[in-house]
């Protein structure tokens, strides 16, 4: 009898053992999801600050585009994508889809949506602002919305984003938009000098 009952925090470890998943001691699948709920929401709401750093960590990236160029993009994929994970996973709990639209959505990743909705939030938002999937998660795209609004650039949330392409996944995004913008910059210094 003693057996049959469950600890606290380890929700149906039975069933989760036959199926080869790990289950921590001690943590429920609650209280990890509170934790990064807790951390997603603390960026949304700083979501000025992490604006301006990307604004300048995105040209400093840019400012080592030679480096890059001379390593071989490819070959420092790994190791940025590795780096890149683990930074925005723990503060956006992001999902690594290779186009980040962080900038755009008030610092709320909308691929943490259970639809993954880029464009905006469904018609189940409940009525105090949690998701219709997830009702104790917040819903991404109401924390997008207040994120937005204390950013400079908020109203770029109005923008349509583009489909996931999914052959994008699991790589950097930073290293994308680092090759894109300097290859902008020298077409734009290209059609100078011509």
């Known amino acids: 009898m003693a057996?049959?009952?469950?600890?606290?925090?380890?929700?149906?470890?039975?069933?989760?053992?036959?199926?080869?998943?790990?289950?921590?001691?001690?943590?429920?699948?609650?209280?990890?999801?509170?934790?990064?709920?807790?951390?997603?929401?603390?960026?949304?709401?700083?979501?000025?600050?992490?604006?301006?750093?990307?604004?300048?960590?995105?040209?400093?990236?840019?400012?080592?585009?030679?480096?890059?160029?001379?390593?071989?993009?490819?070959?420092?994929?790994?190791?940025?994508?590795?780096?890149?994970?683990?930074?925005k996973g723990f503060l956006f709990d992001c999902r690594m889809c290779g186009q980040c639209a962080l900038s755009s959505t008030g610092m709320s990743c909308p691929m943490n949506c259970p639809k993954q909705l880029r464009n905006g939030p469904c018609g189940g938002v409940r009525a105090n602002g949690n998701c219709e999937v997830e009702p104790d998660m917040p819903c991404v795209w109401v924390q997008a919305w207040k994120g937005s609004q204390n950013m400079a650039k908020g109203d770029a949330i109005m923008n349509v984003q583009k489909p996931v392409n999914q052959s994008l996944r699991e790589t950097s995004s930073w290293l994308r938009v680092t090759a894109e913008a300097a290859a902008a910059r020298e077409a734009a210094a290209a059609g100078k000098d011509a």
Request: aromatic letters at 16%; hydrophobic letters at 40%; charged letters at 20%.
């Open 3 to 87: 057996d049959a009952v469950q600890k606290p925090g380890n929700a149906a470890p039975a069933k989760k053992a036959a199926t080869g998943a790990f289950t921590p001691a001690g943590v429920s699948p609650s209280r990890r999801a509170r934790h990064k709920y807790t951390v997603r929401l603390w960026a949304v709401r700083h979501s000025r600050f992490f604006e301006w750093f990307y604004h300048r960590f995105a040209q400093g990236f840019l400012l080592l585009h030679p480096v890059w160029k001379l390593l071989g993009y490819q070959r420092v994929e790994r190791p940025i994508t590795f780096v890149e994970r683990h930074v």
